[in-house]
């Protein structure tokens, strides 16, 4: 595709389960990035991956977060036992060896 | 690493009005990278600095880089309603992490 897609758009989901977020980045892209955004706030780095490795996983806030990638394509970001805090939105980013960052349209993930 | 800070959080302005916002850290940065962010959409490269002192210019957006690496602005002349939305300025942090700066509102009042 022409950018970075990620699926769903919109998730609404019950304080307890488990939701899984999509992201399909650019095709070549080597590095892709995970963030949450609160609703008017800045972004907040959750993990990086260089190919389908993740050399750092700092920004993942707790153990119920997850990542992986594959075929060095899509990577999936899961979210275990939602709590009302996780509500935010999760935007994925590639780029390629420049230093751009291409964003996809996020995930608006609403936990009741 | 550190995040950057940026002023002010919010500003209203009146259509035709000038805008600055800016970018401080108290380490020297490598280089410094702006970002525009629409309401309800994501955030969408527009520059990056990378020498001391640089400025660039796109259209009415103008873009500087401190002389100590430290610091960044960006000045919109004669505002229009489709400059509305957050401006981050992102630092990088090693070869790979960006973080990006605490962002600041505009709206713009027709």
């Known amino acids: 595709g022409a950018g970075v897609s990620q699926s769903p758009s919109n998730k609404v989901t019950e304080k307890g389960k488990d939701v899984e977020l999509r992201c399909d980045p650019i095709s070549g892209h080597t590095a892709l990035y995970w963030y949450r955004q609160r609703l008017g706030q800045g972004l907040e780095f959750l993990i990086y991956f260089q190919g389908n490795s993740a050399p750092d996983k700092s920004g993942l806030p707790s153990d119920r977060f997850s990542a992986e990638r594959t075929g060095e394509s899509v990577s999936t970001l899961t979210i275990q036992r939602t709590q009302q805090e996780d509500s935010a939105v999760y935007l994925c980013a590639s780029n390629p060896s420049s230093d751009t960052q291409y964003f996809g349209p996020g995930t608006r993930l609403t936990v009741l | 690493g550190q995040q950057v800070m940026q002023i002010p959080q919010y500003q209203h302005v009146q259509e035709g009005e000038d805008f600055t916002t800016y970018c401080n850290s108290s380490?020297?940065?490598?280089?410094i990278q702006w970002y525009k962010q629409r309401p309800g959409g994501h955030p969408v490269f527009l520059i990056q600095?990378?020498?001391?002192?640089e400025v660039k210019k796109q259209k009415r957006l103008t873009f500087q880089f401190g002389e100590a690496k430290k610091n960044s602005s960006l000045h919109i002349t004669a505002t229009q309603t489709t400059d509305v939305g957050t401006y981050f300025c992102v630092r990088t942090s090693g070869t790979y992490k960006y973080i990006f700066g605490t962002g600041t509102r505009l709206k713009v009042l027709a």
């Open positions: 380490t020297t940065l490598s280089n």
């Open positions: 600095l990378v020498k001391s002192g």
